[in-house]
């Protein structure tokens, strides 16, 4: 009987560290990001990555024989939860999305070329990359209807296909592309992924699209999402990345790890909007005592704290399941948190937000950033309806309507059973009356 929520002493101090750097180091960096531009925080950032690597926790995703530190999920989470804090931590770990994952793809499915190629200058900071499935015309929480081609074209293979929301897509080196190959195969063995490089003739992209989180038009800047159009693109055959129809299979393993890291992170967000929360509750004051004092305030930090706690020992537990069962026994607990942990990051940020009443809407505070980021987080990696429909269907396998169509608890039925078996009983209870 093991069950240990404790942190072995020698992680905990690596994590006090990183609590203590990204905090000092990394926050101040939040403030001047706009007027440092993309070259002038590589610059910042270059010191404070030399430290990461001095201390051995860069690129801590991957396997120690690939330059990481082979941590699992758990300690990986514990980690996320620090650089969930700050959107730009994540660089100074080298474990930033896309690349984090595009990593992984590459580090389970490329060949030893292709790791040559793309993985070691993608881990060590020298490449960009970006991850393209999604598409304007078919229904991403659906992937199985892409629309993509890839065809065989002499020795290589020719892509045609439209996609958007590829992140970072307008500053990668090379692509990531799920595109259909086998569109007569089961509809989960019809797509492929391919490596292309952003160079190749034919590849287009348009635009990042403008969003919540980025509201006016800007084109060619980390955290954009492009819109790319793959026209006649030609491509080697050793482009393919795994075998050919084992797209689906490849993005399951990527994305298990990659919602557990995306939960912690989000939990940092929380935690950071939560501290806000607090901090105003004590310092304003209105209708003679502090909002700390009214009931709805104090409903909103123990809701806030029950909430987080929840989720964070849920995505602990789906991350301790991965690493001790596998990815597939946490399917499941994956696809819980992915929707849960969602919801707690839009509630509590959401909360601090009406805390701070019009501070809270300017930009004065991060807290609207944070609530524009949280919106996002309910639909990439799987809208929350996709996620609850696969929760419900899973559990719904372990149940069977009953054969009389009368609900097994249904009352008459289990007392007229109940009388029968205690017959002698009940005439001997009322024959003592
Ligand atoms: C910030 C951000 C970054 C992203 N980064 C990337 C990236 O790097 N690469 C990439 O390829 N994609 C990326 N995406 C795209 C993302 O993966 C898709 O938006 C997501 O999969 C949903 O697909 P869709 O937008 O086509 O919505 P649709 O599939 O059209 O779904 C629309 C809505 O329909 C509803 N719905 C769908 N299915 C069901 C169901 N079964 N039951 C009930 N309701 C349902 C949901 O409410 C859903 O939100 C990103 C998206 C965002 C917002």
Known sequence: MAWDFSTEPEFQRKLDWMADFVRAEVWPLETVFDELGQDGFERAIA??????????????????ELGGQGFGQVKLGLMHEILGSSPYAPFVFGNNAPDSGNA????????????REWLEPLL???????FS????????????????????DGDGWRIDGHKWFSSNGSVADFLIVMAVTDPDERPHGRASMFVVPADTPGVRVLRDIATMEQPTEHFGRVG??????????RVPKDSLLGVRGAGFAIAQQRLGPGRIHHCMRWLGVSRRAFDM?????????????PLAEKQTVQNWIADSAAQM???????????WKMDTEGASAARQDIALIKFFGAGVLHDVVDRALQAHGALGYSTDLPLEAMYRHARAARIYDGPDEVHRQSVARRILRGYAAPADGVP??????????????????????????
Not at 133 to 152: F, I, K, Y
């Open 47 to 64: 010191p404070l990555r030399d430290e990461v690597k001095q201390r051995g926790l860069w690129a801590a995703h991957l396997p120690p």
């Open 104 to 115: 992984e793809i590459l580090a389970l499915a490329g060949t030893p070329e292709q790791k």
């Open 124 to 130: 060590a900071g020298e490449l960009r990359s970006a």
């Open 133 to 152: 499935m999604t598409e304007p015309g078919t229904a991403g929480s659906d992937p199985t209807l892409l629309a993509t081609r890839a065809v065989q």
């Open 224 to 233: 954009g999402h492009a819109e790319i159009v793959y026209e006649g693109v």
């Open 277 to 289: 929360l607090c901090e105003r509750a004590l310092s304003r004051y209105a209708h003679g005592s």
């Open 309 to 319: 706690q929840a989720a964070r020992l849920m995505t602990l537990h789906a991350a």
């Open 408 to 433: 097994s608890e249904h009352v008459p039925a289990r007392r007229a059973a109940a009388r029968e078996r205690f017959a002698g009983l009940l005439e001997a209870v009322t024959s003592n009356d």
